[in-house]
């Protein structure tokens, strides 16, 4: 192989790491301020993020691009779509987080990846193969166990693999990059969130702006903290294979099962275990046919 080629695999690798690592570490942020409502969470997280991505944009002096992009109302619309995606997870994620369930957020990322393969073939017409509906099906059995052994579907899961799967299958077919693409879907959703920050300016000790330096320092933090791993993770995806970033992708909600189970000691029983275990077979089994199939292609 190339040197050079294996160097940007390696810095690749590392990116992408250091993107999926951060995020599964993401919830020891959300629990240092608790008391913080999650939609004003989310409104910060907006806004910040957003002030951020421009900063970066008009410092490469790359706004060409929006112009273009207003003009073409389908391309709009799709942004729109992918926005609201990205705030329901978003909300999801935070109310989990801060309600003590992080192992069931941690179930909707497992997921994600077999979510993929079901929005694709249902969506634009993939043929999955065979040991892909095989994945699916034992997730599917995984879920179903979930569901009647707590009486209850698991909704948090559920709903944040959906909402990200659906999103990332609309990031897919965009036509912007990840910083323009990010950008733009916090211009959509900053109205709202600025509104709602004007609403709640300085009314209660976490409000921005808040009394003391340390809670307005978290608030504003939510910016870097959203955007870095985004960019980080878009400059892995740039270098690496698709199997090695799925890969990859299970660092994020295997950090975020440990710290749910062993340092926010949240109920873990065994009936869930058995779930967690078939979904985990799934993937060993997706994840194995990803390899499989990338190394024939490269042997070819």
Known sequence: MNPRTLSRGHAGALAAAVAFTWWGFFPLYFRLLPG????????????????????????????????AVLRRPRVVATFVASALLLALNWITYIWAVTNGHVVDASLGYFITPLVNVGLGYGLLGERPRRAQWVALLIAATGVAW????????????????????????????????????LTLETMILAPAAA?????????SATSFPAPDVATNLWLVGLGPATTIPLLLFAAGARRLSLTSLGLLQYLSPTVQFLLGVWLFREPFRPMQLVGFAVIWAALVVYTADGWRTTRRFVAA
């Open 36 to 67: 913080v409502l999650p939609v004003e969470v989310l409104a910060n997280r907006i806004v910040w993020s957003l002030l951020l991505v421009s900063a970066a944009l008009a410092w490469r002096r790359h706004w060409s691009w929006l112009g």
């Open 146 to 181: 979930l569901t009647v052994s707590a009486g209850r579907l698991p909704w948090i899961g559920l709903l944040l693999g959906l909402s990200f799967g659906a999103y990332g299958l609309l990031r897919k077919v965009a036509v912007l990059g990840a910083l323009e693409g």
């Open 195 to 203: 509104v709602a920050m004007a609403w709640w300016w300085g009314g």
